[in-house]
């Protein structure tokens, strides 16, 4: 399993986790800023678990994440 985590308040909407992991990211049409999809808001970091096999395409959005606001643990 891993845990993905993003610091939503500094999203600014570009788009690359949703093209990265499509299945796991959704930009909302209420405030433009990207939605973690299943997230349990924590003090504004909002975190899920999900299996294995989303690993490679979560690294993809970490890493062209532009302001570093996702994080990726395996568990
Ligand atoms: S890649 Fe980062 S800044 Fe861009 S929409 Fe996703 S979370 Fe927001």
């Known amino acids: 399993m891993i845990?993905?985590?993003?610091?939503?308040?500094?999203?600014?909407?570009?788009?690359?986790?949703?093209e990265a992991a499509e299945e796991r990211w959704r930009i909302?049409?209420?405030?433009?800023k990207c939605t973690l999809v299943g997230g349990i808001d924590k003090k504004?970091?909002?975190?899920v678990v999900v299996p294995d096999h989303e690993y490679d395409a979560n690294r993809m959005?970490?890493?062209n994440c532009p302001v570093n606001i996702i994080r990726i643990t395996q568990l």
Do not use: E, M
């Open 3 to 18: 845990r993905i985590t993003q610091q939503r308040a500094k999203c600014i909407g570009c788009n690359a986790c949703v």
């Open 28 to 32: 909302s049409r209420k405030d433009g």
């Open 44 to 47: 504004g970091f909002y975190t």
């Open 61 to 63: 959005a970490q890493q």
